[in-house]
């Protein structure tokens, strides 16, 4: 067992699978002899050496099309593409192309890759560097997403993407790669598509992901101080395949739904879970199902604006705890 | 402009050493893709294909030359007009007119159609129908050769339009960096869907222009000759698969009809067709292996059999069952079928 930063895990986990896996290679912008702008893959290219850990010019395309190609021929390839919001600059390949060759295909191509950006905000950079993006990527039949909240979790689900033969968008969350956590020693492996409960409750239902999983968490805690309100906190950890049963069993149990979510209201990932939970758990609910999200807004850089952006614990509390008690 | 809408002959010439044999397959290849891309013509006016489809009629040098060229085991990437560049890897007739006309015989029984003819155990990786989207994929295609060692290679054939589009500039100095064993084709058939490329572009030739700016070689040659197109072709595979690095070649050549089914080519000034029709490249071919001695009957022969494969695959694909519904679920993800959740 070992503490760990949710940056050390990234390295770790590509490490980890690089180490098994002699076709697993990784490439993008510094992330080779810098060590990447979030210092999230140092040291991989002292370890695997220059033919393994490509530094690429300032071309996402090229990322992104290189590594489908390298893909569909046989290799295992790590794409990053630094922050989240530039998957705008080489979205054919989230849209078209990755989720769409299998199928167009007939089964004749795969394309066994896994993207990995930074996302999400609280780092003061502002509409075009801060945003969460797991929404853009969600929508892609073929495609399949994940956002670990916590260094252990990195570790396992990054190794699940990269052993999955599907194409993955990895949404590291920025504000998170300094948290430490605990990690136990030898391989990790998790499994795509489950959802963990992080916090049993009886009287509401908290779904979260990526930094809002700790914010959700420490809500939960303040509602119980203050109010004595239960509340389960779920991990959705996977948008793409998501865990539908484990989220169902929980709003049976606690007949009330809160989502939290740092992208922008509309068509935000909750809405989606919420469809599905009007559609299938309709009769277990006690309420309405409340969205918690960013506003519909482009993501102000000063920390004051910012912060009354992005759900804090305090809106989630507050927001809670008037739903509960209307 | 007028100077570039006039047939061409290159301005790389290659010098001239292809065997009896490959020549004649050069032709066997040329007239089978006139042919197939006719009858995909027909089938069409006869309302037997739907949806779209992107001929070659008239660019059949390209494709033959390059095919005869390539290796077993090299990997071809097309774009939405990518029927010839399928067919000359050795797809059957029957596959190409059956995905066309969406029969259950289809070369992905339906699934992609006609701007996604996939092949790979044939080495066709697909046909990209997002302009410019498949050089990076071919680079990569051609990064994983290299990773491993082994001597295959990439080609990517794209046309003119495609040279003005991001993804272009960044496959080139992508694979240009790394060396990558992976041939760019650029075929220059003049017109941009429907818009004259000089029109909209810097500099006269759209590929071999902007060769220099990834330190690669300008190389600009008649597209409707397929030795000339072989010779090249067989240049830049050597370089490749000797670990010199990618090449880019533009071949000057032209397409008789519009840019797709629904285009007349109206925008064409008047007798610019039957110039390009005087160099047309099956028939200058076959006047040349006359001219060296060829029996026309021998070519005869040839045009009669591949005119009996494309009638019955014709025939074939007109008796095979419309593609089969059960189909519609599956493949989306690796598990075979198409569930996002439990």
Known sequence: ?326 | MTQKTRPSAGETAPEREISPEKRLEMYRLQVLLRQAEQRAYDLFLENKIKGTSHLSLGQEAVAAGTAAAMRPGDLSFCTYRGHAHTLARGVPVEKVLGELMGRDNGLMRGKGGSMHLTSVEHGVMGSYAIVGAHLPIACGAAWRAQYKGDSDVSVCFFGDGATNIGAFHEALNFAACRKLPVVFVCENNLYMEYTPITEVTAVTHPGADRASAYGLERIVIDGNDADVVYLTLSKAFARARAGEGPSLIECLTYRHSGHSRADPAKYRPPGELDRWKERDPVSIYRKRLEAEGVPGATLDAIEAQVRRVVDDATKACEAAPSTSEDILFTDVYADGGCSWRN
């Open chain 1, 1 to 326: 067992m070992a503490q760990l930063t949710y940056r050390e895990a990234v390295a770790r986990g590509i490490a980890q699978e690089m180490a098994r896996d002699e076709n697993v290679v990784l490439l993008g912008e510094d992330v080779a002899k810098a060590g990447g702008v979030f210092k999230a893959t140092v040291g991989l290219f002292e370890q695997f050496g220059p033919k393994r850990v490509l530094d690429t010019p300032i071309s996402e395309q090229a990322i992104l099309g290189a590594a489908m190609g390298a893909a569909m021929t046989g290799l295992r390839p790590i794409a990053e593409i630094m922050f989240a919001d530039f998957l705008g600059v080489c979205y054919d390949y989230i849209a078209n192309e990755f989720p769409k060759t299998r199928y167009m295909s007939n089964g004749q191509v795969s394309c066994p890759l896994v993207v990995r950006c930074g996302n999400g905000g609280g780092a003061r950079f502002g509409a075009q560097h801060s945003q969460s993006v797991e929404n853009w990527c969600m929508q892609f039949p073929g495609l399949k997403v994940v956002s670990p909240s916590s260094p252990v979790d990195v570790i396992g689900l990054l190794a699940a993407a990269v052993r999955d033969p599907d194409p993955v968008v990895f949404l590291e969350h920025k504000s998170l790669y300094a948290v430490k956590g605990e990690v136990p020693d030898g391989e990790i492996l998790d499994t795509l598509g489950t959802a963990r409960i992080l916090r049993p409750g009886r009287d509401a239902t908290i779904l979260a992901l990526g930094m809002m999983v700790p914010r959700s968490l420490q809500a939960a805690e303040a509602l119980q101080a203050k109010y004595g309100i239960s509340c389960e906190v779920i991990d959705v950890r996977s948008l793409v395949p998501l865990d539908t049963q484990c989220i169902l069993g929980s709003v049976a149990r606690t007949g009330r739904v809160f989502t939290v979510e740092e992208n922008p209201r509309q068509l935000g990932w909750g809405s989606e879970l919420v469809s599905i939970i009007a559609d299938e758990a309709f009769y277990d609910l006690d309420g309405p199902a409340v969205r918690i999200t960013t506003p519909n807004i482009p993501l102000p850089a000063a920390d004051a604006l910012e912060d009354l952006a992005i759900p804090s614990v305090d809106r989630i509390v507050g927001m809670i705890h008037r739903s509960l008690t209307a």
